[in-house]
């Protein structure tokens, strides 16, 4: 059974900076991709940063520069991070972490499932 264990979400000041922590197990980590995402209250879902089985990355133009994610696996499980650097307030939202068997979904929502229960990000002016 696939388990996606979002963390490191929490409240901060503009530009400071937040590492979130993804914890997935249970699925072949090989064949998946992953990404990062994000819904902020009243708009829908965006990609935030995705990387492939190949180690390619890629970004929203929004958090380009910023925003850095990187993976590492341990024996049974794999670790995803998002380095989130000079935070903004538009910055803020319910951050998720999912999967993607289609190798070239980028940071494209509907090609992931499962995802992850989230963890909230809150960037102050």
């Known amino acids: 059974q696939v388990q996606l264990v979002e963390s490191g979400g929490g409240s901060v000041q503009a530009g400071d900076s937040l590492r979130l922590s993804c914890a997935a197990s249970?699925?072949?980590?090989?064949?998946?991709?992953m990404g990062w995402f994000r819904q902020a209250p009243g708009k829908e879902r965006e990609g935030v940063a995705a990387?492939?089985?190949?180690?390619?990355?890629?970004?929203a133009d929004s958090v380009q520069g910023r925003f850095f994610i990187s993976q590492d696996n341990a024996k049974n499980t794999l670790y995803l991070y998002l380095q989130m650097n000079s935070l903004k307030p538009e910055d803020t939202a319910m951050y998720y972490c999912?999967?993607?068997?289609?190798?070239?979904?980028?940071?494209?929502?509907?090609?992931?499932?499962?995802w992850g229960q989230g963890t909230q990000v809150t960037v102050s002016p």
């Open positions: 999912a999967l993607t068997p289609f190798v070239a979904a980028g940071t494209d929502r509907r090609y992931y499932s499962p």
């Open positions: 249970g699925y072949p980590y090989s064949r998946y991709s």
């Open positions: 990387i492939g089985t190949d180690g390619r990355t890629s970004y």
